[in-house]
DNA sequence: TTAAGGTAGATGCAAACGCATAGAACTTCA
DNA sequence: TGAAGTTCTATGCGTTTGCATCTACCTTAA
């Protein structure tokens, strides 16, 4: 067992145990964790996205993506309007009732993520964000 | 923005990056990646797992690991027998068979996870596995 | 001993997922 | 210009998931 695969492991050990946890506890009223995540990603950035720049963030595959969407579109937090630079394309965009309901979320979970990685010192948080960040942007 | 939510959103970033990485990668064969994860989870634990324990590794609801183990035992990958000490519950092991699959598709796999962790430096490889070991064992 | 409460795992069912593929729009290049 | 190849999103379809609930078994304590 190399030092990467254990340190593969421990991630997703990490992942898993924290995401049961945050999914576990009461603050996600009519959204699942992954509709949330969804309204997140689109929250942070400010512009409208692509479907297929959203589904790089978001653990989903582009056909369970586009399904999302449409219900989220349906249920009026998403705003979908074709893009005028590439018809084949889609321009996505929270509501004003979508930008509430994730903040209305968002503030007790980021609570709880401040909570449960509160075993850490500073300095590993800054060093987990940036060993994180740098496997991210790796290309290959 | 803590520095702690930097840090998760960090964290679950990098893990979707190389989750879907991986998953493109050629060498699954039968399974499905979730499907690995429970034979490399029984791989690891030589004794026979509870599906309780089995479930706390697992990123998966427990009816739906509960049918998952279901499709595993028919493809005589697991084995699965009442447990003598708890007639409630049972005790779950890797057939030869499924040993056997666990290995093949776990040697080349183990070759992209260090690939794919080539990026960081050993320090930061011991430093990530240390902090994801502490988050995950942290109880609240 | 037995009733009340808790825990382990299985099952019914609707919702959501992934794979394969379709269709439409861009791009490239002969 | 137009045919071939690529990219972007949507849809058909069978499989898998989660929620709620069930049954069976263990535990506690009266």
Not at 10 to 19: F, K, Q, R
Request: glycine content about 6%.
């Amino acid at each position: 067992m190399t030092r990467a695969n254990e340190a593969w492991e421990a991630l997703m050990t990490s992942y898993a145990v924290l995401v049961k946890r945050f999914n576990a506890e009461d603050v996600w009223g009519e959204l699942s964790m992954r509709e949330y995540d969804v309204l997140y990603t689109l929250s942070k950035c400010d512009g409208p996205l692509r479907m297929s720049e959203l589904n790089r963030h978001v653990l989903l595959s582009q056909p369970a993506l586009s399904r999302m969407v449409d219900r989220l579109v349906d249920r009026g937090l998403v705003d979908r309007c074709p893009d005028p630079g590439d018809r084949r394309g889609v321009r996505l965009s929270l509501t004003p009732a979508g930008r509430e309901t994730q903040q209305a979320i968002g503030r007790p979970h980021a609570r709880s993520v401040t909570r449960a990685l509160s075993v850490l010192t500073p300095q590993e948080l800054d060093q987990l964000a940036a060993i994180c960040g740098k496997l991210s942007q790796s290309e290959e």
